[in-house]
């Protein structure tokens, strides 16, 4: 039966975050937001596939600025960004998933109950696979996984986590969820299940293998450094700033402040900022009523030409085009 709550807040807890013509399993919710907004529109799944394996598979279009949070269980966490970007939080560990198109997955391990969030930013699109193995789980696969060193040595660490490159197989298989969830076939369950554990075989072994890069593991007390960098950077204070000098700012070389910031965040440091300051900008047109010309100053740029071919490039719609929705 359809249920309808009201959301007050910009935090909501992600059992809240559905509304008419998501297809999700027992029933669809109405969340909306005071102005009657829905929060998200497209397709959510989730299903518990096994005691301990369960699957989430979204294809949505954020409608609201609002951070989501949430508790995950102990285990190990894969996730694969199939398309548009997601900003998500595991504790204290932020992560920039298919950020400037980078397509890598992501293994979270998870040795005890956990905070996550993720933020909401109106007009953009996800589709994101994500697969969740509890603690049995684990313990009934344990002669398999125990064979991979490197993995053991990630489930030794909470929150330590690993990404890779997705391949062309493993975007594949993981867009395949897709057109299982619609089949509505009577063995939909089990095809899903196999389809899964699929992804988990693909994913472990993209993990490893001799061929990964050195830098793919990042220390949670470099993520945390990584995570107070993109906060200075997205605050603006970091604007105008010469590499070096954010180099220093975050106690690193510039060549190693370059490698683990890619790796974190999956673009470059002046990539990430221009991201950040385009973003301002488009909101300003949609929210504020600026010119474009003044959205162009906003987002750092002398030529409003230039300006709308980087905005059309990361947007995929002309400046002009957005001004004042809100």
């Known amino acids: 039966m359809n249920r309808l709550s009201t959301i007050t807040s910009s935090k909501i807890d992600c059992s809240a975050l559905s509304r008419p013509g998501l297809s999700t399993p027992g029933g669809a919710a109405v969340s909306l937001a005071p102005s ?11 299903f518990q596939l096994q005691p301990d394996l369960s699957l989430y598979a979204s294809d949505v279009r954020d409608e609201l600025d609002m951070e989501v949070t949430g508790m995950l269980q102990p285990g190990l966490l894969i996730v694969l960004p199939l398309a548009g970007e997601a900003d998500v939080s595991y504790g ?24 996550f969030s993720r933020q909401l930013r109106r007009g953009a699109r996800r589709k994101v696979v994500s697969l969740a193995f509890g603690t049995r789980w684990l313990a009934e696969h344990e002669h398999v996984l125990s064979a991979h060193p490197g993995l053991n040595h990630l489930r030794g660490t909470h929150l330590a986590a690993q990404q890779w490159r997705l391949s062309a197989r493993l975007r594949t298989l993981a867009a395949s969820v897709f057109e299982l969830c619609a089949s509505g076939t009577p063995l939909m369950s089990l095809c899903l299940e196999s389809r899964c ?50 180099a220093e700012r975050i106690g690193m070389s510039p060549s190693t402040l370059q490698r683990y910031f890619r790796q974190y965040t999956g673009s470059s440091v002046f990539a990430y900022q221009r991201r950040r300051l385009l973003e301002n900008a488009r ?44």
């Open 36 to 46: 009657g907004s829905p929060i998200v529109s497209g397709r959510l799944r989730e």
């Open 92 to 115: 204290d560990q932020r992560f920039l998933l298919g950020a400037g198109g980078d397509r890598r997955g992501l293994v979270v391990a998870l040795s005890r109950r956990e905070c």
């Open 197 to 246: 554990l699929d992804i988990a075989a693909e994913s472990l072994a993209a993990l490893t293998d001799g061929h990964r890069e050195p830098e793919c593991v990042l220390r949670p007390r470099e993520r945390r450094r990584l995570a107070e960098f993109c906060a200075f950077l997205d605050s603006g204070e970091g604007d105008g700033w010469s590499m070096q000098a954010l």
């Open 283 to 326: 909101h300003a047109l949609e929210c504020d009523g600026v010119s474009v010309s003044e959205a162009a100053h906003l987002a750092g740029y002398t030529n409003a030409g230039n300006f709308a071919t980087a905005f059309r490039r990361q947007f995929g719609t002309p400046p002009g085009s957005l001004r004042a929705r809100c």
